[in-house]
């Protein structure tokens, strides 16, 4: 029942700054190697020395600097392809190839198929690998969160986030920072009738005390306990005292109350 090695996507997080992940990704089979969302180069150079890997790739999710702050050296480096949201192609430093929604970027033998996420910035996307179940969706999902809104509005980010919450249950969910304890503390006060959410709670506690990440989760995960993706939650909406709301009203004042929290 095990896949053979080689046709696997082989992924890697590296934990830089205060709480971000940057991530290698590698196809065995044709050697191409990308980094998604590189905020620093020492990292990212080291990891690849110790894979004995060569950068093909940088694909990038959008253009705050803890995600595109090694574009320009890493590209002087090894002389990668860098990728990136159309809508923003000003903004992502030596952009070569700007993707948007419906696109299928070809990274080695794997397919990547772009979505535009906008939100919490204007030109967000994020890259869905469906044949090894992994979503790269920067600062839009999170692990029980989502990202703030600075140039976006609530209806946009709920739209982006839905297409993200349709992909499939074994999805796992490579977002760009740890910011999960912070967020579980947050979901409890508006779901706290979430069993799901508790438990999970819990198990983020543990992890975290011990040094370790809780990210990749699985967006199946992310449906049951990110409050979000709940906007239908009768336990939401009763914290929110917003019964007979359409979901844009509660997702807006549940990323409100997150912003205050
Ligand atoms: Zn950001
Ligand atoms: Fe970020």
Known sequence: MDT??????????????????VYLIHDPQTGATGVVD???????????????????????????????????ELKRKT??????????????????????????YRFGGFEAKVFDVPGHTRGHIAYWFPDAAALFCGDTLFALGCGRLFEGTPA??????????????????????????????????VEPGNAALKARAEAIAKRRAQGLPTVPSTLAEERAT????RPDSPDLRRTLHLEGADAVAVFAETRARKDRF
Not at 79 to 101: Q, W
């Open 226 to 229: 990110n409050p979000f993706l």
């Open 38 to 72: 590189p905020a620093v180069v020492d990292p990212v150079v080291a990891q690849l020395d110790t894979e004995g890997w060569r950068l093909s790739h940088i694909l990038n999710t959008h253009h705050h600097g803890d995600h595109v702050g090694g574009n320009l």
């Open 156 to 189: 946009q980010m709920w739209a982006s986030l839905s297409k993200l919450a349709a992909l499939p249950d074994d999805t796992r969910v490579y977002c760009a920072h740890e910011y999960t304890a912070a967020n579980a503390r947050f979901a409890l006060t």
């Open 79 to 104: 002389g990668c392809t860098i990728v990136g949201p159309r809508a923003d192609a000003a903004r992502i430093p030596g952009i070569d190839v700007a993707v948007g929604e419906g696109d299928s």
């Open 4 to 21: 053979p090695a080689n046709s696997k996507l082989q992924i890697r997080q590296i934990p830089v700054l205060n709480d971000n992940y």
